[in-house]
């Protein structure tokens, strides 16, 4: 088992999951930075929409946990702000990330399309790398599999997926390669899209659809009563994805006949 405890600084200790999430934040940012640069727009406000985003996304993501979880935190509040034990949502962060980068758009006069475009790659990629997080707390893992499936994994996959004397879905590592490969399609479309938004839906829908089927095969679900929130809520993005796709590419089909 790998320890979460990456070094110790005296006696503050310094936890795996704070190192990835700090790494996924910074690549997500450089590459948003050099979009940008390629793109008609200023560098400056990538930067500035970031330092505002990503706090609003933690808080978001540990905000929309913590609800969901309030029986864990109820008799120890303190425990909500331990942020590097874990207990992130991803859908949480999407809200607040939304909140706050449609306010400075707003703010700014900025094209929020052109924006949500930019910047849907750099989110996909850094929540592909955000799931290592979760690998190295032993979370966000699925049901028991047999020793001749977990097999197939590389050695160290195969000792951190061995939790409560049995085997589980590396579920963690379904969603990062399912987001490295959205990841590929929203950079590839970048330079082929037809019209504004076009990539920030693809990465609803995808991103979406992908979550909705692995979470299926977890254990540590938010629950809704009998529902998987993680999977209503991907059902409702998708849908929301597909209808505004269609509105948008029937504007410009539209307009290409007039």
């Known amino acids: 088992m790998i320890s979460p405890i990456a070094i110790q600084v005296g006696p503050l200790p310094i ?3 704070g190192i990835i999430m700090t790494a996924a934040f910074i690549l997500a940012t450089a590459l948003a930075y050099r979009l940008a640069l390629a793109s008609d727009i ?8 970031l330092i505002l985003i990503i706090p609003a996304a933690i808080i978001g993501a540990r905000l929309y946990y913590v609800f969901f979880n309030w029986t864990d935190y109820s008799n ?17 962060g999407l809200l ?3 909140i706050a980068g449609f306010y400075y758009v707003r703010k700014h006069k900025l094209d929020f399309w052109k924006m949500a475009d930019l910047l849907a790659p750099c989110l996909i990629l ?24 977990i097999s197939k994994f590389p050695d160290f996959i195969q000792k951190q997926m061995f939790i409560g004397g049995q085997y589980h879905h590396p579920t963690f590592l379904y969603e990062s390669l399912w987001n490295l490969l959205v990841f ?26 992908g979550r909705f089927f692995i979470e299926g095969l977890r254990t540590d679900s938010l629950m809704l009563g009998p529902v998987r929130v993680a999977q209503l809520v991907s059902l409702i993005l998708v849908a929301v994805a597909f209808v505004l796709y269609e509105i948008k590419r029937k504007k410009v089909s539209e307009h290409k006949i007039i």
């Open 15 to 17: 936890y795996w999951y």
């Open 42 to 49: 200023d560098p400056e406000h990538i930067l500035n929409l």
């Open 76 to 92: 120890n509040p303190l425990e909500i702000f331990a942020i590097r034990h874990g207990g992130l949502a991803i859908h949480g």
């Open 96 to 98: 607040g990330g939304f």
């Open 126 to 149: 850094g929540q592909a790398i955000g799931r290592w997080g979760n690998f190295i707390n032993q979370e966000a893992f699925g049901g028991p599999v047999p020793r001749q499936f």
């Open 184 to 209: 590929i399609i929203l950079i590839v479309s970048l330079k082929r899209e037809k019209f504004q938004g076009q990539v920030f839906l693809y990465y609803l829908a995808f991103y979406s659809a």
